[in-house]
T-cell receptor
Framework: DQQVKQNSPSLSVQEGRISILNCDYT??????FLWYKKYPAEGPTFLIS?????DKNEDGRFTVFLNKSAKHLSLHIVPSQPGDSAVYFC????????????FGAGTRLTVKP | NAGVTQTPKFQVLKTGQSMTLQCAQD?????MYWYRQDPGMGLRLIYY???????DKGEVPNGYNVSRLNKREFSLRLESAAPSQTSVYFC??????????????FGAGSRLTVL
């Protein structure tokens, strides 16, 4: 039962353009959504999060949008840089003391110079 | 400040062999986790420990055991390895981020191949 889905295994964009990574979820109990970035041979690192009571959170070049009615969130990277090339995981959790965070399968982003 | 350290980084086992993956953290976090990452599956929780002395099953616990030795260390044991346990294993700790979200800090991973 995959409660968090990333339907695009890969995405390729030109340097300087916008990257949009998408994520869908099924569990309406999720109250926090997170994005992690993973480089080869490293563990995932936290990038940005959003609470379910918000629809947008921005941190520098990274913005996450949440559409609760559609159970959909997206990560926008503007402008994209070659160093952004990595696998991006969408994750969701519910209840601050709940230990079961669910992850999507990941989207591999390639930013071409 | 090493964060979360996992050993070994790579291991090849034969079916039926046993081994233990070690994880240590210096972040003074109470909660620790073991995930496995498989192609097309994302990260799935195997076991977690909310505090020293406690452990609980996650989404895919079958074939694994864990030990929370102290606050710093959380080990994952495969008693009789199977090819289905070929995966990349990640240890993580949890903290509360400024936004209120639970943020995980991961180790670099341990790549395990079972022949």
């Amino acid at each position: 039962d995959q409660q968090v889905k990333q339907n695009s295994p890969s995405l390729s964009v030109q340097e300087g353009r916008i990257s949009i990574l998408n994520c869908d979820y099924t569990n309406s109990m999720f109250d926090y959504f997170l994005w992690y970035k993973k480089y080869p041979a490293e563990g995932p690192t936290f990038l940005i999060s959003i609470s379910s009571i918000k629809d947008k959170n921005e941190d520098g070049r990274f913005t996450v949008f949440l559409n609760k009615s559609a159970k959909h969130l997206s990560l926008h990277i503007v402008p994209s840089q070659p160093g952004d090339s990595a696998v991006y995981f969408c994750a969701a959790s519910w209840g601050w003391n709940n230990n079961d965070m669910r992850f999507g399968a990941g989207t591999r982003l390639t930013v071409k110079p | 400040n090493a964060g979360v350290t996992q050993t070994p980084k790579f291991q090849v086992l034969k079916t039926g062999q046993s081994m233990t993956l070690q994880c240590a953290q210096d972040m003074n976090h109470n909660s620790m986790y073991w995930y496995r990452q498989d192609p097309g599956m994302g990260l799935r929780l195997i076991y977690y420990s909310a505090s020293e002395g406690t452990t609980d099953k996650g989404e895919v616990p079958n074939g694994y055991n864990v030990s929370r030795l102290n606050k710093r260390e959380f080990s994952l044991r495969l008693e009789s390895a199977a090819p289905s346990q070929t995966s990349v294993y990640f240890c993580a700790t949890r903290d509360r981020g400024v936004s209120g979200a639970n943020v995980l800090t991961f180790g670099a991973g341990s790549r395990l191949t079972v022949l």
